[in-house]
């Protein structure tokens, strides 16, 4: 992937706290090989230099190749999170992600994966691209005379590395999140699609139900959605059959039978409506996982834009409709923030009656190219305000009020007589911690006319006297 982390200690020290971080310093207090293990607070110092990276954007707002935007929907607190992070080990790398978190605390878990995930990332692909370089040399040491490369055998090995990177930093994040103190993952989790962009090389790896899709021209230059990721719920057989087998169950409640859930052996709880997810602890003994999809895919002049998003927007609109706001919206800053005010419309004739999830959009242009500043003031202007909002840990509501119209209660998070007493925690604790391979006959996609629930119905009691499944 190029760009080695730099060993050098007094590049980094010599930093104050009002300049800029480079990513090789950070990567050096995150992931040095120094026997001296790293403590808890330093982790904590390292992440608090994240916010001084450059080319690294997770509000609202735009980079020199991308728009993100992010808005609450009507559960409560906005438990989406997304990531740009240009010039990511190297010039000419990009990385990009959604979380979608979901349970009494996900918005911090979700918050929690997209600072710590691409880092774990960056480290896990330097050190298998040093691995892999040195195995090269090594066989050209013992065979000096052969210069005849194959570059079919040279692409497998690079995509096994880049798989293996992305598996070990999925596994490392959910260890990690497991081992927090401060954070309690047990019945509350996140959703994860990442992107790592090379010049023509996209790799991805993911988890859960928020999608990608690539806007690419076909032979009569018309515009045209290739769905990139599976959106990984229960009912997909695979899934299914991988928690059924390690006890869980999977079925869906007589008032909601198109959503598959995840559920105990032993109790009807917590009702996850994905398969694959960091967190959920409670769930991970009976079959879901955080272990990761991954794909790699090479682009072409055709390609036009990605799209990365929560189950927010899948839930209302199609791909081809989310690929026909994007290249039809005034100003591509503005993209991101149009696909999420038509997703908001959207839920109100469709879903009147339900409260509108949580939506976060990353739209990602391959061309490199965005609009001239000159044109964009409205945008920035709308950005402004919308990174004020954010930083305040809770999303605006929306301009009709919170209670402006009715909505089934059945569709909160916590379906639970506690529901009341834990968001007064859950938003009291975002308040103090304001930073704390798919083959054709797979593609799938969101749900089509029903009614969208969240993730987790209710949280699992568990009982001192029962003993194991």
Known sequence: ????????????????????????????????????????????????????????????????????????????INQDAMIVWEDFMAEDVTFCGVFDGHGPHGHLVARKVRDVLPLKLM??????????????????????????????????NLDTQRREAFLQSYKAMDKELRSQPNLDCFCSG???????????????????????????????????????????????????????????RVFALQDEPEVQRVWLPFDNAPGLAMARAFGDFCVKDYGVISVPEFSHRVLTERDKFIVLASDGVWDVLSNEEV????????????????????????????YPTSKMDDCAVVCLFLDGKMDLESDN??????????LQ????????????????????????????AEESDIYKRVIAEAEADQETTMTEDQKWSGLEGVTRVNSLVQLPRFSDERQGP
Not at 7 to 23: D, I, L, Y
Not at 143 to 155: A, G, H, I, M, Y
Not at 225 to 248: F, N, S, W, Y
Request: glycine fraction near 6%.
């Open 323 to 350: 690929v026909d706001i994007v290249s039809s919206a005034s100003t591509r800053s503005s993209a991101a923030r149009i696909l999420v005010d038509s997703a908001a419309r959207e839920w109100k004739i469709k």
């Open 123 to 156: 480290s896990f692909l330097q050190s298998v691209e040093s691995k892999g370089n040195g195995s090269a040399a090594d066989c050209s040491n013992e065979n000096p005379e052969s210069e005849v490369l194959d570059p079919d055998k040279d692409q497998v």
């Open 389 to 416: 909002s954010n930083h305040s840990g809770i999303a605006a509501e929306s301009d009709d009020g919170h209670n402006s119209e009715p909505s089934l209660q059945r569709n909160t998070t916590v379906r639970s």
């Open 1 to 76: 992937m190029g760009g080695c982390v730099s060993t050098s200690s007094s590049t980094c020290s010599s930093r104050s706290n009002g300049e800029k971080v480079s990513p090789e310093c950070l990567g050096i207090n995150m992931f040095s090989r120094k026997k001296s293990r790293r403590t808890f607070s330093d982790h904590v110092i390292a992440l608090k230099h994240l916010s001084s990276i450059p080319n690294r954007i997770f509000t609202n707002g735009k980079s020199r190749t991308s728009c993100i935007y992010t808005q609450q929907g009507r559960k409560g």
């Open 190 to 248: 996140s959703t994860a699609i990442t992107l790592v962009k090379q010049g023509s090389n996209l790799y991805m790896g993911y988890i859960g139900d928020s999608r990608a899709i690539l806007a690419s021209k076909d032979d009569n230059d018309s515009m045209v959605a290739v769905q990139l990721t599976v959106d990984l719920k229960p009912d997909l057989p695979k899934e299914a059959e991988r928690i059924k087998q390690c006890k869980g």
């Open 377 to 386: 003031e409205e945008e920035q202007c709308l950005t402004s305000a919308a």
